[in-house]
């Protein structure tokens, strides 16, 4: 990968097709400016993979901080960048939602019929606001809120769950001690450096997704619907981001989110073809709340991560 690819501006990113979160219109209570560290999910570490002088290079780059969490799963090597500092996770959220709903209920809830009106559609909805005379079902809103990141489609989900507390509820239950959320869309994509509401690290996401797509946390045939959702990544940052950084032909999981202050992340799991699973949990944030969007930061830190990990792997 090189490091020439232009920078996106906020205007032409959030507005890209309605397909990426927009930044909330409420502001909260700045926080202290230094990014609290979360405490990391697992308390066994696996070993660590060298320095990675790389990625603190593209911070640079990109005037950026940027999290890592990369794990091999066949040798259980990992690249850890920053890896248990907090991060919002935007709109990477959902795919984490949509387990929730698929855990807590039997295959056959899919089949409800949600309705909801036009007060509670977002900018960041495409599909929701095509269906609102007719409602859309659990498996319907799953696809919007997983494939196309619509707003209003993670925000039913959400309140299928029952609130943001409860998927907090879910991620204690995956063992995950890091992850909060504590409001909706689009207040999630605040992404205020240093407030701790709707944030998570790259190890604790990175490690939820290892156990809802490639893990025990779902039953089968959930499982199965939920990893078909991700490999399907409809949204133009899905293209731009880690799946950018793999070489063709390797299959991607993935889940991205965008919010203000330059907030660009990449939920993965990428299937080389002659080796295990791996991980790749990128997370990054910028000073400025109306800074430029700079996407190759995360696909050329997929790129470290494939070269690094997928020979051992």
Request: charged content about 20%; glycine content about 8%.
């Amino acid at each position: 990968m090189t490091s020439s690819g232009p920078a996106v501006t906020r205007r032409a990113l959030l507005g890209a097709a309605a397909l990426l979160p927009l930044a909330g219109c409420a502001k909260s209570t700045p926080a202290p400016a230094s990014p609290p560290t979360a405490t990391p999910s697992s308390s066994a570490p696996s070993p660590s993979v060298g320095q990675h002088d790389r990625l603190t290079e593209l911070e640079r780059t990109y005037d950026a901080r940027l999290g890592l969490y990369a794990l091999a799963t066949g040798t259980g090597e990992v690249i850890a960048h920053r890896a248990d500092e907090r991060f919002a996770f935007c709109s990477t959220f959902k795919g984490l939602a949509a387990a929730a709903v698929l855990d807590r209920n039997p295959l056959s809830h899919l089949d409800t019929l949600v309705r909801y009106t036009e007060a509670d559609l977002l900018k960041n909805a495409s599909v929701t606001p095509r269906h609102v005379s007719t409602g859309m079902t659990i498996r319907q809103l799953c696809d919007a809120a997983v494939r196309y990141s619509d707003g209003t489609a993670g925000n039913l989900l959400l309140r299928d769950l029952g609130g943001p507390a409860e998927l907090t509820a879910y991620a204690r239950g995956l063992g995950d001690t890091v992850t909060r959320m504590d409001r909706i869309e689009p207040l999630i994509t605040e992404a205020t450096p240093g407030d701790p509401r709707d944030t998570t690290s790259p190890r604790a996401f990175g490690s939820d997704y290892r156990k809802i797509v490639l893990g025990d946390a779902l039953p089968p045939a959930k499982g199965a619907f939920l990893r078909d959702l991700l490999e399907r990544n409809a949204t133009g940052a899905g293209a731009a981001r880690v799946r950018a950084g793999v070489p063709k032909g390797w299959t991607v999981a993935d889940k991205t989110g965008t919010g203000s202050y330059g907030t660009l992340n990449d939920i993965a799991v990428v299937w080389p073809p002659k080796s295990a699973p791996l991980i790749i949990s990128i997370m990054s944030s910028k000073t400025t709340e109306d800074a430029a969007y700079d996407q190759v930061l995360i696909a050329e830190a997929a790129a470290y991560a494939v070269t690094t990990l997928a020979p051992r792997g």
